[in-house]
């Protein structure tokens, strides 16, 4: 990394090895302008020879020197050193504010419940369900009466519900399949159960998928659909034309997509495929 070379962008760029002891080092000549390496090695839980590897290759980028029998950033090991912590600041408070302390919640009930009762939380179908007993990973007690199927207000939360990403599985129709006349029946063959997300990308897609069935359809925003779906794990299925294939993968984003296939529609029963 040159001193021309964007800094570390938050805690993934920390990564690269030896990049938090750079990052140390380089804040410690900031504020403390050492005269030796030794102090600064016992501060960072390092050897001599490995902080003078560490200065060594701050100076080969330009980033620290020895001015006045000092060791001391350089202008340019400033600015890289303020884009680092500043980053990584930023980074680190995105991730706090993603990690809510949940005390209380609300799910459906998986049968009936009294007041006080321990429960087990747990994704079914893409809802949060309690069910009797303390025995899963995310457990509480219900703070009120509740009906099965009905919502219950959980206290007392301890535990984190696993949620297992869940596969979206794309359909694709060729310019064959869309004039086909038993085109219904080879869709209706590759329909996912009953619990999953149907979705249909396109207009071709759709009029070809609403004509084979009545269960509802996702039209609009498909590939933020099959997100959300997949991110609670309700496993899903969409038709598309081939042509309109790559604005749908696209659509997906390169940042952390869902699992997803993609086949043929097939003349049978659509068979899984792994990505």
Not at 123 to 142: D, E, K, V, Y
Not at 252 to 257: L, S
Request: a positive charge; charged letters at 25%.
């Amino acid at each position: 990394m040159s001193a021309g070379t964007p800094p570390p962008e938050g805690l993934a760029g920390l990564r690269r090895s030896g990049a938090v002891t750079e990052l140390l080092f380089l804040f410690e000549c900031a504020t403390q302008s050492p005269s030796q390496l030794k102090p600064v090695a016992d501060r960072l839980g390092l050897t001599v020879q490995a902080a003078s590897h560490t200065f060594r290759g701050l100076r080969r980028r330009g980033l620290v020197a020895v001015r006045d029998g000092r060791y001391r950033p350089t202008m340019e090991g400033i600015a890289w050193l303020h884009g680092a912590l500043t980053e990584l600041g930023r980074d680190v408070g995105d991730r706090i504010d993603r990690l809510h302390v949940i005390r209380s919640t609300r799910a459906q009930a998986a049968a009936d419940l009294r007041a006080g009762d321990a429960v087990s939380l747990e994704m079914r179908n893409g809802l949060l369900t309690a069910r009797p007993g303390a025995a899963g990973p995310s457990r509480g007690r219900a703070a009120a009466p509740a009906r099965r199927g009905g919502l219950v207000d959980v206290e007392e939360l301890d535990g984190i519900v696993r949620i297992v990403p869940a596969r979206i599985s794309v359909r694709t129709l060729s310019d064959t399949d869309l004039a086909d006349p038993h085109l219904g029946h080879r869709v209706l063959a590759a329909l996912p159960g009953r619990a999953a997300l149907l979705a249909a990308e396109g207009l071709e897609a759709y009029l070809a998928v609403a004509a084979a069935t009545d269960r509802p359809l996702v039209r609009f925003a498909v590939a933020a659909a099959c997100r959300e779906a997949a991110r609670i794990g309700v496993e899903g299925t969409v038709f598309v034309a081939e042509r309109e294939l790559p604005r749908l993968v696209a659509a997906f984003g390169v940042t952390d997509p869902p699992p997803f296939d993609v086949l043929p529609l097939g003349r049978g029963r659509s068979r899984r495929a792994g990505r």
